[in-house]
C-alpha cells in the first residue's frame, strides 16, 4: 500500500481502488455518496487486503 494510494483513499476513496476491479469501484463509490467516512474506511481495507488474487494461478 503505497502512500499516494492511502491520499487518494482519503480524498477520492473510489480513483484509490480503480485497479482492484468493478465491483470494489462500484461498493466504494456507493459508500462514498452515503457518507465520505464509510467510503474512505472500505477503500482502505480493500488496500490493504493481501489475500485479494491480484494473480491468477490456474494449475
Known amino acids: 500500500m503505497s502512500l499516494i494510494r492511502v491520499l487518494l483513499a482519503f ?3 473510489p480513483l484509490a481502488v480503480i485497479d482492484k476491479g468493478c465491483g470494489s469501484i462500484v461498493i466504494v463509490f456507493l459508500l462514498t455518496l ?10 482502505l ?3 490493504n487486503n493481501t489475500n485479494r488474487y491480484d494473480h491468477h494461478d490456474y494449475s
Open 11 to 13: 480524498f477520492f476513496p
Open 34 to 43: 452515503a457518507g465520505w467516512v464509510p467510503g474512505v474506511i472500505a477503500a
Open 45 to 47: 481495507v480493500i488496500l
